[in-house]
């Protein structure tokens, strides 16, 4: 199940170079189900004309108020939509929304609308940077509105620098996020995690044996990416421990790779005292190779295969340990302070005469997290676009239940982290 399947999407594409990404986006939109209809400003076409949108959609492109003059068009479009997004937007584009302008079709189903909507700015660097966009964008985010942070990298010409289009998946990321995020009366998403900053791990780590082996998982890291989206979108500063995670970057959070176990506790070590909350969502490896083999381990002692040379069928012996328990050590580091509020995620199995909601009562208990995340991984659920939880609190009891796409799941846990943050921000 996808957030977006059904929704009604108003896709507006401002006058900039980077118009023929949105392409790609309109793409993704129309193929996660949603209903697109497109509104290009008039310079934009200039980059990319009506037909493309119109071939990709499935719907007749509109771009002047005195279309559809009967059916009321610049007001009906913003009335009907689910959600909007704009990508790109011009540094003219966010100047006219921040000014409640309506001088074409674009800006008048904006102020029309009470959806959520997210812009994906891109312009060039100084644009981007100048004290006028720069309060633009804040005026606009005071207000609910998703303003993502441009993408580092090439512009047009020689220029390098922040003012990228965001790239495609990560917009498309972004969207879910904002249609399933909380509203406020207005149709803006609601900024309950504003001045907040959030840890959150994902993604899987990795032990080396040697050279060229490790022992992994199967997590992908797409519950910890649904989480940090969701919690951009809710206002949010995040910090993304990312364990062997090959995902677009959510734009605006500071992407931190780590590969080990070991690796993912020093960088929690290093920024919990800074976070008003951790959120270990991270399937982090509870083995180590004891010593890490310099060279590649053989298949037999002599170097030969075990068959045919003779090698013997028994495979070596790899001694193991145990790595550290990231997440205990956060919750006794803590002691009995409120801050950070801690959330663990619990993958479990049942076994040994108890059912995997069992086991994960005991874990919360043992742990003594804030919250404990807990699914049952017996029919699988590693890189699978939904999730279905249950939500424990530290005394192993039920607080909160969630089913559907990861983004919508990521959204239940951070509603009820919201609940058991301090009531002032940790950088107020």
């Known amino acids: ?26 793409r993704g939109l129309v193929g996660e189900g949603a209903q697109v209809q497109v509104i290009p400003t008039r310079s934009s076409l200039e980059f990319v004309g009506a037909a493309t949108w119109e071939a990709l959609s499935h719907n007749k492109v509109l771009t002047s108020v005195f ?11 913003g009335q009907d939509a689910d959600l909007v997004v704009i990508a790109p937007a011009t540094a003219d584009l966010l100047a006219r929304m921040r000014a409640g302008r309506a001088d074409d079709l674009l800006t008048a189903s904006l102020l029309v609308t009470r959806a959520p909507v997210v812009i994906a700015p891109a312009m060039h660097t100084e644009m981007w940077e100048h004290p006028a966009t720069v309060e633009n964008v804040a005026v606009l985010r005071e207000r609910g509105v998703i303003v993502l942070e441009p993408a580092v990298g090439r512009l047009t010409g020689p220029d390098s620098g922040p003012g990228r289009l965001p790239e495609p998946t990560a917009i498309l990321d972004a969207a879910r996020a904002a249609i399933a995020a909380p509203r406020t009366a207005l149709g803006g998403v609601q900024q309950d995690l504003s001045g907040r900053h959030l840890l959150i791990s994902a993604g899987g780590t990795r032990e080396e044996l040697d050279p060229v082996r490790f022992l992994a998982n199967h997590s992908s890291g797409r519950q910890g990416w649904a989480l940090a989206h969701a919690a951009l979108a809710r206002g949010a500063r995040v910090t993304l421990a990312a364990a062997s995670v090959d995902l677009e970057t959510p734009p605006g959070a500071d992407r931190r790779d780590v590969t080990s176990a070991a690796q993912l506790a020093s ?67 803590r002691g009995d302070g409120q801050r950070p509020a801690i959330v663990g995620f619990a993958a479990e199995t049942g076994g040994e005469g108890h059912t995997a909601f069992e086991l994960a009562q005991q874990k919360a208990r043992r742990k003594g997290a804030d919250l404990l995340v807990f699914n049952d991984v017996t029919a699988g659920v590693f890189g699978s676009a939904d999730n279905a939880v249950r939500i424990l609190d530290a005394d192993g009891e039920q607080v909160a239940s969630a089913e559907g796409s990861k983004t919508e799941v990521a959204h239940a846990v951070l509603d009820e982290l919201v609940r058991r943050l301090p009531d002032v921000p940790l950088t107020a």
Request: charged letters at 25%; hydrophobic letters at 45%.
């Open 1 to 26: 199940m996808s957030s977006l399947a059904g929704a009604r999407v108003l896709l507006g594409v401002g006058g900039g170079i980077a118009a023929y990404k949105s392409a790609l986006l309109l």
């Open 67 to 77: 279309e559809h003059v009967d059916e009321v068009a610049h007001v009906r479009i």
């Open 267 to 333: 960088l929690v070590a290093e920024q919990r005292e800074r976070a008003d909350a951790v959120i270990m969502a991270a399937a982090v490896a509870d083995f180590t190779a004891a010593q890490r083999s310099e060279a590649k381990i053989k298949k037999t002692d002599n170097g030969d295969s075990a068959e045919g040379a003779g090698g013997t069928d028994e495979a070596p012996s790899i001694p193991l340990r145990r790595t550290e328990d990231v997440l205990r050590t956060t919750v006794t580091w």
